[in-house]
Nanobody, 120 residues
Framework: QVQLVESGGGLVQAGGSAKLSCAAS????????MGWYRQAPGKQRELVAT???????SYTDSVKGRFTISRDNTMRTVYLQMNSLKPEDTAVYYC??????????????WGQGTQVTVSA
């Protein structure tokens, strides 16, 4: 009942930039946390960055200073600005949202994933 539609990504040269977007829709009452995770081939999915409705952000150490997570004024869209990309950033990036549907009922939803490939 919550749809997360991701866009952005693709093939980027090392040192370059890319921006991911994720828009949430559905019978949403509120979204507490939105975030980005990634999964590289043969590895487990890992947290990249999260942002809460109160504006608290967190990043995994490997992207600090290079990636920036943000939300728009509607709080329904989250962005991930990725700068100084490295080949090790290559992965499928997934959007995640946690909050409440009308009812209220809690939800924890995932996007379909978008590929980011960084060439050396």
């Amino acid at each position: 009942q919550v749809q997360l539609v991701e866009s952005g990504g693709g093939l980027v040269q090392a040192g370059g930039s890319a921006k991911l977007s994720c828009a949430a829709s559905g019978s949403i009452l509120s979204i507490n946390t939105m975030g980005w995770y990634r999964q590289a081939p043969g590895k487990q999915r890992e947290l990249v960055a999260t942002t809460t409705s109160r504006g608290v952000v967190s990043y995994t150490d490997s992207v600090k200073g290079r990636f920036t997570i943000s939300r728009d004024n509607t709080m329904r869209t989250v962005y991930l600005q990725m700068n100084s990309l490295k080949p090790e950033d290559t992965a499928v990036y997934y959007c995640n949202a946690v909050g409440f549907l009308t009812g209220p009922r809690p939800f924890n939803s995932w996007g379909q994933g978008t590929q980011v490939t960084v060439s050396a």
